[in-house]
């Protein structure tokens, strides 16, 4: 018994010393300078030309604003306790320990509206310690100096109902009313969106909108802020959604904007806490007359409504990028492609083979024979690779002439020949960030890799071997003006110049109509329409289809397919090409053709196009090859001797 005593005295001396703790950060935070809640989640997004392109926290509204339907619903779903705890409901925090504990997994979670808040006076919302510590100390700050209602108010105006933060413009993007005019039934679903954006939006997902909204309305029953009959008729009620504000008709610009915020969370000079800096200032490089010929472009060409599109423009130069799709319509889906999925990148990973070739003593001239092959390795492993539609000239073919029709015999013994190790090299110097395995079939782009690393490694090729960073962001300053950071625009020459300038005038055959023989062109059909020089390389998977292309002004990489990797229909590719060509012919129709000028190294020889030998009186198709000088074939000596001797066998290449 006397033990029971002193455990319990114990016990009730640590509850009290507790008691007196928490009381005492509660009255110190009370008088530390009070926090600017106004300040969360609020900036500023300009484009090129200093235009104010988005705003957040931009649409304060009082509570008094507000439908009592977006409070209520709010309170019911998020926090039912508000009101009564000092921004932590602990006994919620145990249960949901307890039952994720039970079931091994995160089913639950405790955090109150005031700890949310405090999360949304952050820029990054990164899991640490250090970071958890800095949300409790706020959320007592929230807590000790404002009231309940001012908390909730900050909260309605800066959460996150689907990219758009605030109730007050949610309400106008989704449904076209102020937020004081929500009906229960449009309420308890914009109140469902924040538990996950993606999930929950009625415009993306309306079968788990509605299921999160039948939980709301269950909850609002349970909690007695409506009546069943009010549930039913608030579920069954049909409403419209329109996903856009009034007098905005970009689909995807929204998009390019959540690509500046995920770059703006990586610059490390910018403060944690919109605490700091009272809120922020982005200017970006984004060029809305861009933007809307991507939209424009998409919206012509690609024909199935169930195709995903990813879409990258950048100045080669510097890396900045001007407009960015990362789908078709951000309010159907949030996911960016263009940044965030990684694909099997083709044969457009093939300049950067035969770039490496170049630097190996290979020349446009140099050939390998089209033909069905098998190439045998170590323990009798084989791998045979086949061209598309089994197509194979049968003949020895030219470097362009590989290009030109996308052979991946002359692919895969060009990667073998080099030692497999060269191509991953060369990817990793031109940008490509992700994992590469040095693996026959890589030569075939067999690898995974985003869209945004892929056309900043061809813009290297179009800025003559410099490579660049990607950017989105030029600069950023607090409310005050101060600089917080300002883009260096990084170059590094990473390609030698004249071979890269070699490839360019290589990649130009995909479009020549010289290339026509055994097959065709894989862009024959854009020929006609071009009206500027471009370098261009098409890529195709069972799954995916990508064009990349380029001058001096402008690298656009685009990229189609299914998100559930579907296999993309061969139309796809065609429409892919076309959105292409009307993307870059809109974007530089007042310019003057700006291609490269040959290198004072650089010779042009007139060729057969498929042999890469030098042309004469017999050849019917001549065409203009380019070479380092000292490399060029000349018709007076053996061609042969000039190109590098590579042993081939019939059917089978050993390595």
């Not at 308890?188 to 538990?195: E, R």
């Not at 970006?284 to 199935?304: C, G, P, R, S, V």
């Not at 060369?426 to 782009?445: C, F, H």
Request: proline fraction near 3%.
């Amino acid at each position: 018994m006397k033990k029971l005593k002193f455990i319990l005295k114990i016990g009730l001396v640590m509850v009290s010393l507790m008691m007196i703790f928490y009381l005492g950060i509660y009255v110190v935070a009370r008088y530390k300078d009070k926090l600017p809640i106004t300040s969360a989640n609020k900036y500023y997004i300009y484009d090129s030309n200093g235009k104010l392109i988005e705003s957040m926290n931009d649409k304060w509204i009082s509570l008094k604003e507000i439908s009592n339907n977006v409070i209520n619903a709010t309170i019911s779903i998020e926090d039912k306790n508000f009101y009564k705890h000092s921004g932590f409901d602990f006994l919620r925090i145990l249960k949901s320990l307890y039952v994720n504990a039970k079931s091994g997994k995160t089913l639950q979670g405790a955090s109150t509206i005031s700890q949310q808040l405090s999360k949304n006076l952050f820029l990054s919302f990164e899991k640490t310690w250090q970071r958890k510590l800095k949300e409790a100390w706020l959320t007592i700050q929230l807590e000790s100096q404002y009231s309940k209602d001012d908390i909730l108010e900050a909260y309605l105006n800066t959460i996150n109902y689907g990219g758009i933060y605030g109730i007050e413009k949610a309400s106008q993007y989704y449904f076209h009313k102020n937020a004081k005019d929500l009906s229960l039934a449009e309420a308890s679903i914009l109140v469902g969106i924040p538990k996950s954006p993606s999930n929950y939006s009625p415009i993306a997902n309306i079968e788990n909108a509605k299921k999160r909204q039948l939980l709301i309305l269950n909850s609002m029953v349970k909690n007695k802020y409506i009546t069943e009959e009010e549930k039913d008729k608030a579920y069954a009620e049909e409403l419209t959604y329109y996903g856009n504000f009034v007098n905005d008709s970009s689909k995807t610009i929204m998009y390019y904007k959540d690509a500046v915020t995920s770059e703006l969370q990586g610059i490390e000079e910018i403060p944690s806490s919109f605490l700091e800096t009272g809120g922020l200032k982005i200017y970006t490089y984004f060029d809305q007359n861009a933007q809307n010929i991507l939209e424009k472009a998409m919206d012509k060409n690609i024909t199935n409504d169930k195709t995903q599109i990813a879409t990258i423009m950048m100045e080669p130069k510097s890396g900045h990028i001007i407009a960015l799709t990362g789908g078709r319509d951000y309010a159907t889906s949030e996911f960016n492609r263009a940044t965030k999925a990684t694909r099997q990148m083709g044969s457009t990973l093939k300049p950067f083979l035969y770039y490496a070739g170049l630097e190996n003593g290979f020349t446009a001239s140099t050939t390998f024979t089209s033909e069905k092959t098998t190439f045998v390795f170590a323990e009798n492993k084989t791998y045979s690779p086949s061209n598309y539609n089994n197509n194979y000239g049968n003949k020895a073919i030219s470097m362009p002439a590989a290009l030109a029709y996308s052979d991946n015999i002359y692919a895969v013994k060009t990667h073998l020949f080099l030692g497999e190790e060269t191509m991953v090299n060369i990817l990793k110097r031109v940008g490509i960030t992700s994992k590469i395995e040095a693996i026959p079939s890589l030569a075939l782009g067999s690898e995974e890799m985003s869209l945004i690393d892929v056309t900043t490694a061809y813009a290297s090729l179009a800025n003559l071997g410099n490579r660049v960073q990607p950017s989105l962001i030029s600069k950023v300053e607090d409310m005050n003006g101060n600089i917080l950071y300002e883009n260096d625009n990084k170059v590094e020459a990473v390609l030698n110049s004249s071979l890269a300038y070699i490839m360019n005038e290589n990649l130009t055959s995909t479009y020549n109509y010289n290339f026509i023989d055994y097959n065709y062109p894989t862009c024959y059909d854009l020929t006609s329409s071009l009206k500027h020089k471009y370098a261009i390389k098409t890529g195709t998977t069972d799954t995916d289809h990508l064009v990349f292309g380029y001058n001096a002004d402008i690298v656009v990489g685009l990229w189609s397919g299914y998100d559930d990797n579907t296999v993309s229909e061969i139309y796809n590719g065609k429409d892919l090409r076309h959105m292409w060509r009307d993307i870059v012919e809109e974007y530089l129709a007042d310019k003057d053709d700006n291609w490269y000028e040959i290198p004072d190294n650089v010779v042009g020889v007139l060729v057969d196009p498929i042999s890469g030998k030098v042309a004469t009186k017999k050849t019917k198709k001549p065409t203009m090859f380019y070479y380092l000088k000292g490399t060029e074939p000349t018709f007076d000596n053996n061609l042969d001797a000039l190109i590098p001797t590579i042993k081939e066998e019939n059917t089978t290449q050993k390595k």
